[in-house]
């Protein structure tokens, strides 16, 4: 595997493999890798040529209060994680290689980003898709993978692509998971022993909110009752939103349908996680 720091370097590097004939795939984090973004690398991987991996804490997507300076940080691990998911460049830009200038312009991220996670974390999204148009148009994919986990983050990246006339294939990977449901994420080592205890609630409250579905409620106020009684008997969990939503607009549902979402926000101690799931009925 090969490290790259410079953008000029990159994309020399990858141009050099496109006129080889190589499919490009591309995956974006912010490090700290694990299981969930292994499994995104091991999927561009088996679409791809030549397996990009970037790895660059975009200060523009946190907010002045929020945990840029305290981001993990583990690029040993980080290397060893990426290739043996069968990376072939780890692109590591310092902020400097990103942002030579702060942005004169920026992407408005439009109706998808005013509710959820946008309105907790307002210039989250622009934040988000200015990079990642940035990283697309360094590195020119034809193929990018992102997870579900970060749903609405998901949703909106699909949105850059179509409305941008973007030339890349968007995959989405469904959520990899601790072995009592946690969604993995680089966040969830912030947690002491007590609130990683407290927060397998989350996913369970996830559980109950698709099986009552599948067993046949459809009202939203009666299948996120429960949930919400679940996460709102522990002290130690604030939640910021619990919601069903159709998983095209991210419009909230009063009456949940096949396909919808259910998507939770919530702070356990000082750390926030999110977590959803999909109304499935099998
Ligand atoms: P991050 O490094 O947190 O910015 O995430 C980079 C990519 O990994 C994003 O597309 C995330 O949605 C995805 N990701 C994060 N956690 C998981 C997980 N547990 N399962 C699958 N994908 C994930």
Redesign the pocket.
């Known amino acids: 595997m090969e490290r790259i720091t410079g953008v000029r370097e990159l994309r020399d590097h990858v141009a050099q493999a496109r006129r080889d004939g190589a499919r490009i795939g591309f995956v ?4 700290a890798l694990h299981e ?2 292994a ?2 690398l091991r999927r561009a991987r088996s679409e791809s040529d030549l397996l990009v991996a970037s790895i660059f804490v975009n200060p523009l997507q946190f907010g002045p209060n929020e945990d840029l300076a305290q981001y993990p940080r583990d690029p040993d691990g980080d290397a060893g994680r990426a290739a043996d998911a069968g990376t072939d460049v780890l692109f590591l830009p310092a902020e400097s290689e990103i942002y030579p200038r702060a942005p004169r312009v920026t992407v408005h991220p439009g109706p998808l980003a005013e509710r959820w996670e946008g309105r907790v974390r307002p210039g989250h999204f622009a934040g988000v898709l200015t990079v990642v148009l940035k990283l697309l148009n360094i590195v020119r994919p034809d193929v990018t993978v ?5 749903f609405q ?2 949703a909106l990246v699909r949105a850059l692509i179509q409305d941008f006339d973007l030339p890349v294939r968007l995959i989405v ?1 469904p ?2 998971r601790e072995p009592d449901g946690l ?4 966040r969830n080592r912030y947690l002491s022993p007590a609130e990683r205890a407290e927060a397998q609630r989350i996913p369970g409250a996830l559980d109950a909110v698709v099986e009552q579905f599948r067993q046949g409620e459809r009202d939203v106020g009666s299948l996120l009752a429960p949930a919400r009684a679940v996460l709102g008997a522990e002290p130690a969990i604030a939640v910021d939103y619990l919601t069903i939503v159709d998983a095209e607009t991210l419009e909230p549902r009063e009456c949940a349908a096949p396909g919808d979402v259910a998507l939770v926000a919530a702070r356990v101690g000082s750390t926030r996680l999110l977590d959803n799931a999909v109304l499935e009925l099998s």
């Open positions: 974006p984090t912010m490090g969930g973004h499994q995104l992102f997870g579900r986990k970060d983050q998901a990977e959520t990899v969604a993995l994420s680089s």
